[in-house]
């Protein structure tokens, strides 16, 4: 079997959730099939610490795809060409992103349709792009794999698909993720929050996911904190941040609100792993890996109660509503005022965890590529 393989978004250091979804599938898929050929097209030069199994040959296709009109480039006209040089069995994107000028088979992974909900998230051109091409993208593709159930529903009634078409393969959570000690929650507290407890938020900083409402709540529950608690943002910005940076700049207790970069998984571990509770209060989330990194850290989450975080978060979270400031504010409270809820939500959440793994998530996209040929 030969397979082509869109991984442009294998870039060293810089993985997010779909990144992640990339490199932890493919590494399991090529060294646990190797008879069959994969052939994993870069936009760019990939970094040397990317290796892969003999069976993997890498291909730099350039240019990189940073804009809009180079996505159209690249998969429409570089893409096609190159395949049609290669002749696959099959074209691979974990990304979503497909080809409508090829005639070769495509399996697409779509992990959500944020875009096609909250238009008013996403930069215009951006956002233009995916709500014209991805409704195509999964009508072109010979199946469609996904990350819950929600998005699968999603995916067949916004893009007209049969839900036959389309495979649920949920994220896993790396294996870094782990409890830590007292000592060293203590230490990393000393070193970050002057020893104080205090709240974490992990992703990428957009308006999809409420960063202005996640401040607002934290701002209403310092009205009443006695304990000095904190809130510790990790993450790099990546458009339309203006209205909660002004919220940041005017809050009464900004002080105890840090803001970190994006953090490799050793030292996010860390950092989550030191917290009270992860608080992640997204409008619209297909997944949300951070819920599963949290609870294998041992640490409760307080997670919006709408798309997939209900599917992912179980009865292990306190769920709020997105939208109400107050909602989230006292779900903070609890955390802090109740000494044995904290507890339950670890328990519980230490068993919702096992239902995820990459292991699981690579055998469930190798049976999707099965289906496909």
């Not at 999809?208 to 310092?222: H, S, T």
């Not at 009270?276 to 294998?296: D, Q, R, T, Y």
Request: hydrophobic residues 40%; positive net charge.
């Amino acid at each position: 079997m030969r397979i082509a393989v869109n991984t442009r978004l294998l870039q060293y250091g810089k993985l997010d959730g779909i990144g992640w979804f990339a490199f932890e599938t493919l590494a399991r898929i090529t060294r646990n099939n190797p008879s069959s050929e994969f052939i994993f097209i870069f936009d760019r030069t990939p970094h040397p610490a990317l290796v892969f199994p003999k069976n993997v040959t890498k291909v730099i296709l350039p240019p990189p795809t940073r804009h809009p009109l180079l996505w159209y480039l690249w998969f429409e006209w570089r893409i096609p060409a190159l395949l049609k040089k290669l002749k696959p069995d099959l074209f691979l994107s974990p990304d979503g992103y497909l080809s409508l000028r090829t005639e070769f088979p495509q399996l697409a992974v779509i992990h959500d349709l944020n875009f096609m909900h909250r238009p008013q998230d996403l930069p215009f051109v951006t956002g233009s792009y995916y709500r014209y091409f991805f409704p195509k993208f999964a009508r072109k593709a010979v199946r469609i794999a996904t990350v819950s159930e929600f998005s699968k529903r999603d995916i067949s009634v916004t893009c007209s698909v049969n839900t036959d078409k389309i495979d649920v393969v949920y994220n896993g959570a790396n294996s870094v993720y782990n409890p830590l000690d007292e000592s060293s929650r203590m230490h990393w507290k000393r070193l970050n929050t002057e020893g104080n407890d205090f709240f974490i938020y992990v992703g990428t900083l957009h308006p999809r996911k409420n960063i202005d409402g996640m401040l607002l709540a934290f701002e209403e529950f310092k009205r009443n904190d006695k304990d000095n608690m904190k809130l510790i943002i990790v993450g790099e910005s990546m458009f339309k941040t203006g209205k909660s940076d002004r919220i940041l700049k005017s809050m009464k207790f900004r002080k105890d609100v840090k803001r970190i970069g994006r953090m490799n998984p050793d030292n996010l571990r860390l950092a989550i792993g030191s917290s009270s509770a992860l608080v992640l209060v997204s409008h619209f989330e297909g997944f949300g890996i951070p819920v599963l990194e949290a609870m294998k850290c041992h640490v409760p989450v307080i997670c919006s109660n709408n798309t997939s975080l209900t599917e992912v978060a179980g009865d292990a979270a306190i769920l709020v509503n997105p939208g109400s400031v107050e909602s989230i504010a006292a779900a903070m409270h609890r955390i802090a005022r109740d000494e044995s809820l904290p507890i339950e939500l670890v328990e519980k959440g230490i068993q919702q965890a096992k239902k995820f793994s990459w292991d699981k998530t690579a055998q469930l996209l190798w049976n999707s590529i099965e289906r496909s040929l």
